[in-house]
T-cell receptor, first 114, second 115 residues
Framework: DGGITQSPKYLFRKEGQNVTLSCEQNLNHDAMYWYRQDPGQGLRLIYYSQIVNDFQKGDIAEGYSVSREKKESFPLTVTSAQKNPTAFYLC?????????????FGQGTRLTVV | DQQVKQNSPSLSVQEGRISILNCDYTNSMFDYFLWYKKYPAEGPTFLISISSIKDKNEDGRFTVFLNKSAKHLSLHIVPSQPGDSAVYFCAASAGYGGSQGNLIFGKGTKLSVKP
């Protein structure tokens, strides 16, 4: 089954700790994205990657970091510099960046800072 | 500044009737528009899309209308079913060569379809 897998589904972090969210896709998509959803808000773009070994900041990149060493994987690290990390995080991929193409989403990771 | 706006946070419709969800955008470079459906604690699922060269796209019970001059699109669901109850997100992108190849999302409209 092709798709996007995010893990874990729920994650708890103590204040001051870094935490890494996993995102793997087997769709052979070039582009991958990380979005954040807060209550009553739309999806806001954190980082995106058009191709392997490339990534760009989105609208709310502060306090986050990413890597794209493999086409299939785009992990997101939430650092201690992120002031309000409690949110629902969504990873997505599309066949390529730009163009008239839809993005496919994973099931999300709920991060809670305790 | 929001480039994609969904001004109705919620909508309640009777089963069997039409649901109309609205979306406005400000960026004239957007040329591809999508609707996603999202259940709580799940990722959004793609529903339907429309290119700016069209003014209508239909897929079963779902139809998207695009009015470029008004920078407005709408999603019609006919007939509405209780299983359609979810949050619907409008999204847009600037497409080929655009600086905004990623999707820009609205804040969503929560649709409740009552039996």
């Amino acid at each position: 089954d092709g798709g996007i897998t995010q893990s874990p589904k729920y994650l708890f972090r103590k204040e001051g700790q870094n935490v890494t969210l996993s995102c793997e896709q087997n769709l052979n998509h070039d582009a991958m994205y990380w979005y954040r959803q807060d209550p009553g808000q739309g999806l806001r773009l954190i980082y995106y990657s058009q191709i392997v070994n490339d990534f760009q900041k989105g609208d709310i990149a502060e306090g986050y970091s990413v890597s794209r060493e493999k086409k299939e994987s785009f992990p997101l690290t939430v650092t201690s510099a992120q002031k309000n990390p409690t949110a629902f995080y969504l990873c997505a991929s599309s066949i390529f960046f730009g163009g008239n193409t839809e993005a496919f989403f994973g099931q999300g990771t709920r991060l809670t800072v305790v | 500044d929001q480039q994609v706006k969904q001004n109705s946070p919620s909508l309640s419709v009777q089963e069997g009737r039409i649901s109309i969800l609205n979306c406005d955008y400000t960026n004239s470079m957007f040329d591809y528009f999508l609707w996603y459906k999202k259940y709580p604690a799940e990722g959004p699922t793609f529903l339907i899309s429309i290119s700016s060269i069209k003014d209508k796209n239909e897929d079963g019970r779902f139809t998207v209308f695009l009015n470029k001059s008004a920078k407005h699109l709408s999603l019609h669901i006919v007939p509405s079913q209780p299983g359609d109850s979810a949050v619907y997100f409008c999204a847009a992108s600037a497409g080929y060569g655009g600086s905004q190849g990623n999707l820009i999302f609205g804040k969503g409209t929560k649709l409740s379809v009552k039996p």
